[in-house]
């Protein structure tokens, strides 16, 4: 799971909204669901609230498990190991190129 942090930008590869990117907004390693900016929006009743006075129909990005998105290195999904240097934390790496990402 900790494939995907928080932040990541990430490609949609399979569902309804497959093909679109995103940023992970949050993840839930107990469910393996992220939420993605801008994909799989659905809309919801809220009532008012302190945070939202008026209420009403909102938009809402929904999770989506996480096989279902693939990190981006610039504009290409890539698959992603982690490698440990000497010493040092383990990274995550792009496994086509071998860089840090």
């Not at 939420?35 to 945070?51: L, M, T």
């Amino acid at each position: 799971m900790a494939k995907i942090k928080k932040n990541d930008n990430v490609k949609v590869i399979a569902g309804a909204s497959k093909g679109k990117t995103g940023t992970v907004i949050s993840v839930d390693p107990k469910k393996n669901r992220v939420i993605v900016s801008g994909v799989n929006v659905c809309k919801r009743h809220e009532k008012p609230s302190q945070a939202n006075q008026a209420g009403g129909i909102v938009d809402k990005e929904m999770p989506i498990h996480v096989s279902n998105v693939m990190l981006l290195e610039g504009s290409t999904p890539v698959r992603t190991r982690r490698v440990r240097e000497a010493g040092k934390k383990s990274v995550r790496v792009s496994v086509k190129t071998g860089k840090a990402l």
